[in-house]
């Protein structure tokens, strides 16, 4: 039991980071991985647990990330 939902033995706990969603953003995106979770793993809602870190543009690093002092982005990121 968890969050007052019982769950199976096998449940997920997915966890996703990124920067800047509005909460209609994320929750299609929770719907789209519940949905295909549902569809082409047959993984009940019940076992689905969902949590997004959302940390700042300049906190994320990849090989060679060089950031433009104008923007705080890696020149490889997009603003939008």
Not at 17 to 36: T, V
Request: charged content about 30%; overall charge negative.
């Amino acid at each position: 039991m968890f969050f007052g939902i019982r769950r199976g033995d096998h449940t997920m706990f997915i966890q996703l980071f990124f920067n800047n969603r509005d909460p209609q953003q994320k929750e299609e995106l929770f719907a789209a991985i519940r949905g295909n979770l549902r569809l082409y793993a047959d993984v009940p809602e019940e076992d689905i647990l969902l949590c997004v870190v959302e940390t700042n543009s300049e906190n994320w690093w990849a090989a060679g990330r060089t950031v433009n002092p104008r923007t705080g982005f890696d020149e490889r990121m997009s603003i939008d």
